[in-house]
């Protein structure tokens, strides 16, 4: 089992950063991919960014490549979402999640379906 706890959410006005930051403990050597998705009222669960554990290569969502920032601290178990230039539409509560599932194809890091570990997730709300 991995537990996963989010932290840094909050309000802040368009154009401003925020810093997430999941904590993970449990059998967390085992973790292939850690990632971020993001949910809003009556929509599905939207992949955000995720990076490979190990090998820290990172992959993001077309609607957040250039403006957010993946990056794990393994030492300290942490993972973060380092996320600039804000917009409305990324209000959402965002979730941290951990897969210890390896998987082929390209992109095939972004189906929620991998990551069978789960945070509560923290509300991110960006005012316009």
């Known amino acids: 089992q991995v537990q996963l706890v989010e932290s840094g959410g909050g309000l802040v006005q368009a154009g401003g950063s925020l810093r997430l930051s999941c904590a993970a403990s449990g059998r967390t050597f085992s973790t292939v991919f850690m990632g971020w998705f993001r949910q809003v009222p009556d929509k599905e669960r939207e992949f955000v960014a995720a990076?490979?554990?190990?090998?820290?290569?990172?992959g993001y969502s077309d609607s957040v490549k250039g403006r957010f920032t993946i990056s794990r601290d393994n030492a300290k178990n942490m993972l973060y979402l380092q996320m600039d230039t804000l917009k409305p539409e990324d209000t959402a509560l965002y979730y941290c999640?951990?897969?210890?599932?390896?998987?082929?194809?390209?992109?095939?890091?972004?189906?929620?379906?991998?990551?069978?570990?789960w945070g509560q997730g923290t509300q991110v709300t960006v005012s316009s």
């Open positions: 990076i490979n554990w190990s090998f820290g290569l990172t």
């Open positions: 999640a951990a897969s210890d599932n390896h998987c082929s194809g390209a992109g095939c890091y972004k189906g929620p379906n991998l990551y069978g570990y």
